[in-house]
């Protein structure tokens, strides 16, 4: 599982380092939160933003924002950025976030995801129903150029591991070279969703139990 909270190139000067890779049950959790998903979403099309900026996205008072980008700041997924009034804290993304590498052999980890995933793909459905409910006012081209499609294979772990490597390096070359801070001016520029969902069908042994 991961975020893109602006595709920034890791070799160009001045952009994020290379998305943190969460491993630490902590860190997951601390994502596990609608207010601060919202907040790397809103940085990842700036360069820099104040908490009292954030809060006008989220909803919530200045103060409570930046609570919430200090938590994120803790592991790394946020960080500060110079700012020209030193009074005024100003932040910026650091580039985007993945959950997997490594976690799947702590169930601690694998808890917290359990807090993280729902939200994640709530998000996504959201996007999608508001994409669908558009349609009739869509531009036709766009509406082409858009895709969704569901394909079930049958893979062994390996495989499944070389799949997803596969579209994981795919997409982030596209991020990098068309890093979506620069191009937040283009006028016949979009924001585009692209979710990749790629998991085995649970078995009757993994279902979920009443507790």
């Known amino acids: 599982m991961s975020g893109d909270s602006g595709g920034d190139d890791p070799t160009n000067t001045g952009a994020g380092p290379d998305k943190p890779n969460l491993t630490d049950p902590r860190a997951i959790r601390a994502l596990a939160h609608p207010a601060r998903l919202a907040i790397l979403d809103y940085l990842g099309d700036r360069e820099s933003a104040t908490a009292t900026e954030c809060a006008d996205i989220v909803g919530l008072s200045p103060s409570a924002t930046s609570y919430h980008?200090?938590?994120?700041?803790k592991y790394g997924l946020v960080q500060e950025a110079p700012g020209t009034d030193r009074r005024e804290r100003r932040w910026r993304s650091s580039g985007g976030w993945r959950v997997g590498d490594d976690a799947g052999t702590d169930p601690a980890a694998r808890a917290a995801t359990q807090l993280l995933a729902p939200l994640v793909l709530a998000r996504g459905d959201e996007q999608a129903r508001r994409f669908f409910a558009a349609t009739p006012h869509a531009d036709p081209e766009w509406w082409d150029a858009?895709?969704?499609?569901?394909?079930?294979?049958?893979?062994?772990?390996?495989?499944?591991?070389?799949?997803?490597?596969?579209?994981?390096?795919?997409?982030?070359?596209?991020?990098?070279?068309?890093?979506?801070?620069?191009?937040?001016?283009?006028?016949?520029?979009?924001?585009?969703?692209?979710?990749?969902r790629a998991f085995p069908v649970p078995g009757p042994d993994e279902q979920p139990t009443d507790t």
Request: hydrophobic share 45%; with cysteine.
């Open 146 to 196: 858009a895709n969704f499609s569901e394909s079930r294979m049958r893979l062994t772990l390996d495989e499944l591991r070389e799949l997803t490597a596969a579209c994981v390096e795919l997409v982030e070359s596209f991020a990098k070279r068309y890093p979506r801070k620069a191009r937040a001016g283009r006028p016949d520029a979009r924001d585009v969703l692209l979710e990749i």
């Open 69 to 73: 980008l200090r938590e994120l700041a």
